[in-house]
């Protein structure tokens, strides 16, 4: 075939596959746009602009959120960016189909241009090989394989991340980006051997002008171009215009492919993740974690209980169906990309559990845009067999299947309100297994480590919110400490005037606001012991140790005593929002009428409400984790520690990040520089610490609820722990401490492992030249 003949054919090829594919993609971006459309209010999420639009360049092009892997983080920037650099090539692309000597003007030949061109083609290419080979072996294993091998809550051998990720789409993605960028180089070769050549089209048109034909033109494609010198003027235009030809094919049925699978979060998030990182709740690019975002009632923040008697008989609150999902939910839920970085470091999954943060996010897309997808199709996404029986259409795809859609459409045949009946289909037992709902520690690993900035616990919260409020329907552990919560501001079920009893063998006196001072005007700082600092023994031990800290110290401070109650953490990471508000708003009225300012609190989960939660419902405190305040206290010489007599003597201690004190809220260093200030102790680490630390199980209001399923979390860690050789496990928490403490040490540990808070280490260091004041 002569190069016009096949040039002439080419061309009608590309007209036929782009109609195809633009109309495809066209459709897919007005059915995405719709669906998450349909979402409820959201406020907040779209202004300031240009705050949000800097925040957006920013780490779209820092690519930050590609946490602890550099090579992946490279590989996919190139990748990324290759995408609208190389725009313009398919332009080239369509051009030389017609005209093999076609050029983008002046462009074309623009010296910064061509090398950018090139560097972002050699980038794309080689990246995406980097990340087929990353994905290759991570491999794509099962639960049953990890189990079968005990890699089930290790730290070096956990499940793929890739396992559940829909396997095609990912290589067919990968695939197309290999195949256009490979075309671009191979484009540029040709181009540099026509120009070497002297090539000319039958019509006399110069493919590429010799003047041009230099490294300085073509830096990396120069030394390919010139192995194809040697062939024949035909062979060369038939080669540009095949490459040309494969270059247009690929990209259209790439938008062909797209386009019918509008749920192909592996293609669609280059598009989507930039309206979701942009839609992100923190404007300043923060991720959202710490303070729990609010509960919407027709898009407005739910703040008091005053707003329950506004409401209509029929409303909702939280996520009890797809109708109840926010716009931003569900772009969160179209933005998926299935990278299982969310999963990979899940305390629930990698212990065994069913929940799967991205499993999660793909059953409630798949369920999503299956409803849509039935409601529209109505009686026509069923068929009778010859047997009579009601299948689904052979023209629904699988996905459609979701949950008991099928069941609720057949029923509602005799009702005739089709579309209610679907939408209005719990989440809950049916797209989202109960147990994965409640296995959730909300540690925050998952929005972490996303890449894309879903909001992972909102999705969890806002089911767990509804099934509590709506429906009554929790883990029965749960009444227990709710009523407890509600008759008497904490949830060990004890009387509020034993609150202060751990100061009852103390040497020194601990003062009361409103008993031993006036109010916290009088003191530098108050110290909020907390539920379990009160009641608990072994939190009573770390109260003990901070409150004799601050006495030492010289530090002036107050507590409230028996005024003091339950922050409500529990009752809001429960779902039981109602009791939260309740809380809240008897501890923010206590805190403000004793004019508190400044708050040293020893519990993770209480220092996060009250610094985080509290300021939306008027309470505003500066509020620091005791490990900080400790911390600055050896470092301004107000407390000492001593060297112990024997150094050789020290003990091996590791530090475990509680969840809400770490990776919510970013104090990773103050509890490490307060264990290094200990000549007696030697620091070291775990294999997942700090931002990357695993949960110890107690989060979410786990600590209340029996593990029944896999490996317990808090045994996972301390196995970590020991793996490390530590003698000493040192928390932040009192309830690290807790369920740390009540884990057995692995049977092949060579020795016991002691669990201490950070305080109580100190005060031993302190302690130890008996200097009493």
Known sequence: MSPADLRL??????????????????????????RVAAGGPQPGRLRPVGKRLWMTIKTILSHREFKHRPAVRVAHWFVMLSFPILALTLKTGYGKLGNPAYTLGALEHFIPWEWLVELFAWGGFIGIIWLVIVRLRAGHGSVEEAEGEGRVGKADHRPSRFLGSTRWQAYFVEFVIFSVVFAVIGLRALSYAAGVEGVADEAGRVVTDPSVATWLHFPTTAWLGSMLTGLSDTAILNSITILSLIKVVISMAWMTVVGVQTTMGVAWHRFLALVNVYARREADGSKTLGAASPMLIDGVPFTSEEQLDELDDDAVLGIGTVADLTWKQRLDLMTCTECGRCQELCPAWNTGKPLSPKLLM????????????????GDQAMEEDEDGNVLVHSSVPDTAHSGDLLGALIASKNTGDTGVA??????????????ALWDCTMCGACVDQCPVDIEHIDHILGLRRHQVIMESAFPRELQRPFRSLESKANPYNQSPRKRMDWAK?????????????????????????????????????????????????????????????CTGDLARRAG???LFQMLAEQAIETLNEANVKKIVVSCAHCFNTIANEYPELGGTFEVVHHTQLLNRLVREGALKPVAPADLAQGRKVTFHDPCYLGRHNQVFEAPRELLGADQGLEVLEMPRSKDMSFC?????????MEESRGTRISQARVDEAAGT????????????????????????????IEIQDVAVLMLDAVKREGETR
Request: charged fraction near 20%.
């Open 696 to 704: 110890c199980g107690a989060g979410g209001a786990r600590a209340w």
């Open 9 to 34: 054919t080419s061309l009608v090829i590309a007209v036929i596959v782009t109609i195809i594919g633009v109309l495809a993609f066209g459709r897919a971006i007005y059915v995405l746009y719709t």
């Open 725 to 752: 050789g530590a003698e000493v496990i040192a928390t932040g928490c009192p309830f690290c401490s807790q369920m740390l403490g009540s884990t057995p040490v692995p049977s092949n540990s060579e020795q016991q």
């Open 422 to 435: 679907l939408t209005a289909k719990p989440l809950v037992g049916n797209v989202v297994a109960d147990d």
């Open 362 to 377: 793909m059953e409630l897309r798949d369920h999503t845009a299956a409803v849509e997808l039935m409601e529209g199709l």
């Open 576 to 578: 039981n929002e109602l």
């Open 505 to 565: 063998n103390l040497d020194f006196d601990v003062p009361i606001i409103g008993e031993d001072v006036e109010d916290a005007s009088e003191v530098d700082w108050v110290f909020w012991v907390g539920c379990a600092g009160a009641y608990d023994d072994k939190a009573k031990r770390t109260t003990q140790a901070i409150a004799e800290l601050l006495y030492r110290a010289g530090v002036k401070y107050a507590v409230l005593g028996n005024a003091e109650t």
